[in-house]
C-alpha cells in the first residue's frame, strides 16, 4: 500500500528587518519543490520584488535547524483570473504570480539535511546532443531556451537560429 505524500504547510515569520519562512519536513521521506512551496506564502504575504528572506527547514518536532537558505523575489507578473461557473455573472478577479531566485549558499546545520536538499542544489543543465535538438519542436526549443536564460526567442526566429542559440547558451552553461 502506498503512502499519500504529506504537504507542507510553511509558517511565515516576520520579523522587524527579515522575513522568514519555516518549514517543518522529514528528512528522506519529503520531496521539496521549492517554487510549489513558497507560491502560496508569496502571494498571501504580498512579498514585493526586491524583497529577500530566509527559508528554514525543521526537523517534524521544530527542535534542530536543518538547513538555510537566502532568497529574493526577483519577478511579480499580475494577471486575470476568469470564473465562469455562473454564465450569467463572469467573476474576474486580479493574479499576482511571484518568482524567487536563492541569492546564497544552502547551508546545511544537520547531517540529515543532507538527505532532504538533493532536489534544491544548483544542477547544470543536461546538454542534449545535436540530433535530439534538431528533433524538437519549435514550442521545445522555447521552453529549452526559458530554462536556460528566463526568456524565450522573439517571434519569427528560424529553427536552425533556435538551436544554434541553445547550443550556445548550454557551452557556456557547462563552463
Same mark, same amino acid.
Given at each position: 500500500?502506498?503512502q499519500?505524500?504529506?504537504?507542507?504547510?510553511?509558517?511565515?515569520i516576520?520579523?522587524?528587518?527579515?522575513?522568514?519562512?519555516?518549514?517543518?519536513?522529514?528528512?528522506?521521506?519529503?520531496?521539496?519543490?521549492? !517554487?510549489?512551496?513558497?507560491?502560496?506564502?508569496?502571494?498571501r504575504?504580498e512579498?514585493? #520584488?526586491?524583497?529577500?528572506?530566509?527559508?528554514?527547514?525543521?526537523?517534524?518536532d521544530?527542535?534542530?535547524?536543518? !538547513?538555510?537558505?537566502?532568497? #529574493?523575489?526577483?519577478?511579480?507578473?499580475?494577471?486575470?483570473h +476568469?470564473?465562469?461557473i455562473?454564465h450569467y455573472?463572469?467573476?474576474?478577479?486580479?493574479?499576482f504570480?511571484?518568482?524567487?531566485?536563492?541569492i546564497?549558499?544552502? +547551508?546545511?546545520?544537520h547531517?540529515?539535511?543532507?538527505?532532504?536538499f538533493?532536489?534544491?542544489?544548483?544542477? *547544470?543543465p543536461?546538454?542534449?546532443?545535436?540530433?535530439?535538438l534538431?528533433?524538437?519542436?519549435?514550442a521545445?526549443?522555447?521552453?529549452?531556451?526559458? *530554462?536556460?536564460?528566463?526568456?524565450?526567442?522573439?517571434?519569427?526566429?528560424? *529553427?536552425?537560429?533556435? +538551436?544554434?542559440?541553445i547550443?550556445?547558451?548550454?557551452?557556456? !552553461?557547462q563552463?
Amino acid at each position: 500500500m502506498r503512502q499519500a505524500k504529506r504537504v507542507l504547510k510553511p509558517q511565515v515569520i516576520n520579523v522587524f528587518d527579515n522575513a522568514v519562512i519555516q518549514v517543518k519536513c522529514v528528512p528522506g521521506e519529503d520531496e521539496i519543490d521549492v !517554487a510549489q512551496l513558497l507560491g502560496h506564502s508569496l502571494a498571501r504575504f504580498e512579498f514585493i #520584488i526586491g524583497m529577500s528572506f530566509d527559508l528554514q527547514f525543521l526537523s517534524m518536532d521544530g527542535t534542530q535547524l536543518l !538547513a538555510v537558505r537566502r532568497y #529574493i523575489v526577483n519577478e511579480v507578473k499580475e494577471r486575470l483570473h +476568469v470564473s465562469d461557473i455562473n454564465h450569467y455573472q463572469t467573476l474576474t478577479k486580479t493574479v499576482f504570480d511571484r518568482k524567487c531566485a536563492p541569492i546564497g549558499d544552502l +547551508v546545511v546545520f544537520h547531517e540529515e539535511g543532507n538527505l532532504l536538499f538533493k532536489s534544491l542544489e544548483d544542477e *547544470k543543465p543536461e546538454k542534449p546532443n545535436s540530433s535530439e535538438l534538431r528533433d524538437m519542436s519549435t514550442a521545445d526549443l522555447q521552453s529549452t531556451m526559458k *530554462k536556460l536564460r528566463g526568456s524565450g526567442f522573439p517571434m519569427g526566429t528560424t *529553427k536552425v537560429a533556435m +538551436v544554434r542559440s541553445i547550443r550556445k547558451h548550454l557551452a557556456v !552553461a557547462q563552463e
